[in-house]
């Protein structure tokens, strides 16, 4: 099993950053894909970038050249940079992963993109 404890959500202006961080239990982390999905109210949950375990990285068009994606094994924790903000980025980021073929979810953290 695995426990993902999301982190760094906040009230941020438009243009503002904030680091979101994803802590996995257990060494087998290193060796999977981490997603980070984000739900706004009313939305459905949409898949926001992906990190796998050889660092490759992907991203949602939506996010493409201001959010980043990187991995610390050595403290089993994912992070997601967020630059430029804007008011539609707002939303509960979760993290996300799949271990024998079953999926993990952590129990998000908000995010508020607002003046």
């Known amino acids: 099993q695995v426990q993902l404890v999301e982190s760094g959500g906040g009230l941020v202006q438009p243009g503002g950053s904030l680091r979101l961080s994803c802590r996995a239990s257990g060494s087998i982390f290193k060796f999977v894909s981490v997603n980070w999905y984000r739900q706004a109210p009313g939305k459905q949950r949409e898949l926001v970038a992906t990190?796998?375990?050889?660092?490759?990285?992907n991203y949602a068009d939506s996010v493409k050249g201001r959010f980043t994606i990187s991995r610390d094994n050595a403290k089993t924790t994912v992070y997601l940079q967020m630059n430029n903000l804007k008011p539609e980025d707002t939303a509960v980021y979760y993290c996300?992963?799949?271990?024998?073929?079953?999926?993990?979810w952590g129990q998000g953290t908000q995010v508020t993109v607002s003046s």
């Open positions: 990190i796998t375990s050889l660092d490759s990285t």
């Open positions: 996300n992963t799949r271990l024998g073929g079953s999926p993990y």
